[in-house]
């Protein structure tokens, strides 16, 4: 189950300007000595290297439409009641049952990940070039990490058929489907030609800003529950979305591309020369990195809301929110002057939001 046998000394992480430099020397090197390179090759090497076997297709269909079926059941039974019983707002409630899913899932996947990454023999996380350590096409991939696999492929692409059929549509949403795309191929890919290691690493920095996002969604939902105002929630999805915008520069940002870019561009030319499909694999981890650099575009967007204390959203909302939002706010003369007369409420034990009075509550 451990780690395969490798250096005992642990490289050093790199910066920014390391990783530029030295990849892009490595990338250059190889690009020119591939003098070979075209389809004939790209193809006979898939047929030579690819490791899949028809079950663990048939399986991770199954587990796909498993996830689906998971997925309504809760929505019905368990998320739909609490989005009653809590009295949220309609757009609230239909909004709520996807990120109460997201959020169940990404906390038992990233905590598995965690597990693998902590809690047993392998170094990936600290000696991220020990992913390509005594690396052989065709090897087994270890029953604790298959799992993994199984698990996360089948959820994305069952995130798939989600972003399009089941979520509400966002401005981002259409990024998100070619995002669940890229890391559907990133797993499937991966799993075959048995980088899977590395695989666990990406999964791992990555499930714990959506576990963030998603508690932060849920506590802005109910905030404002039953036409009150509770300021634990309040404060829970304000420290949510600090800890969000914080976790996602550090990992998808920072350790992301100096731990995993790093190791694929750079380590694994030097443990395995002529990886198989070393272009094609991180041409779709840099794809991942510009998808996390214009999601934060949309972070730093939010954080500049916060600061200028405008309610806190989801910037990412339905394309025609900010256009009825906007004529909502044209308010005859009158209203204005009883929304001023409304903020003396909040020293009687209420809370004014988008000029509406409401009751306080822990």
Not at 294 to 317: C, G, P
């Amino acid at each position: 189950m451990g780690s395969p046998a490798g250096p005992v000394d642990v490289e050093p992480m790199p910066g920014y300007l390391e990783l530029i430099s030295r990849a892009s020397a490595v990338m250059l090197d190889a690009w020119t000595d591939c003098g070979g390179c075209g389809l004939e090759l790209s193809r006979r090497t898939l047929l030579e290297n690819a490791n899949i076997t028809w079950t663990e297709i048939g399986l991770f269909f199954f587990c796909a439409f498993l996830w689906t079926q998971i997925r309504k059941g809760l929505t019905q039974s368990l998320f739909k009641p609490l989005a009653q019983w809590w009295r949220l707002m309609p757009k609230d409630a239909a909004k709520m049952p996807e990120s109460a899913w997201k959020l169940l899932f990404c906390s038992m996947s990233w905590s598995y990940s965690t597990y693998l990454l902590f809690f047993t023999s392998y170094s990936f996380f600290h000696d991220p070039p020990s992913v390509f350590y005594n690396w052989k096409s065709g090897m087994s991939v270890p029953t604790d990490i298959a799992i993994a696999y199984l698990i996360q492929g089948s959820f994305y692409g069952h995130s798939i058929y989600a972003t399009i059929y089941m979520d509400a549509w966002r401005k981002d949403s259409a990024v998100m489907v070619v995002h669940h795309i890229i890391t559907l191929a990133l797993i499937s890919f991966s799993y075959a030609f048995r980088y899977h290691n590395v695989g666990i690493l990406v999964l791992f920095l990555h499930d714990i800003s959506d576990i963030q996002l998603e508690f932060t969604k849920l506590n802005v939902y109910l905030k404002s529950r039953g036409g009150g105002y509770y300021l634990l929630n309040d404060i829970l999805s304000n420290t949510g979305s600090v800890c969000f915008s914080i976790t996602w520069f550090w990992f998808r940002l920072y350790w992301f591309p100096l731990k995993v870019l790093y190791a694929t561009c750079v380590s694994s030319f030097q443990s395995v020369p002529n990886i198989p499909f070393y272009f094609f694999f991180n041409t779709l981890l840099f794809a991942l990195l510009l998808m996390n650099i214009y999601w934060f575009l949309f972070i730093v967007v939010f954080v500049v809301k916060v600061l200028k204390m405008k309610e806190v959203n989801d910037v990412r909302e339905y394309e025609d929110e900010d256009s009825s939002r906007a004529a909502g706010n044209r308010k005859p003369l009158a209203a204005n002057n009883e929304d001023d007369a409304g903020h003396h409420n909040s020293a009687q034990g209420k809370h004014v939001q988008n000029g509406v009075a409401k009751e306080k509550h822990l």
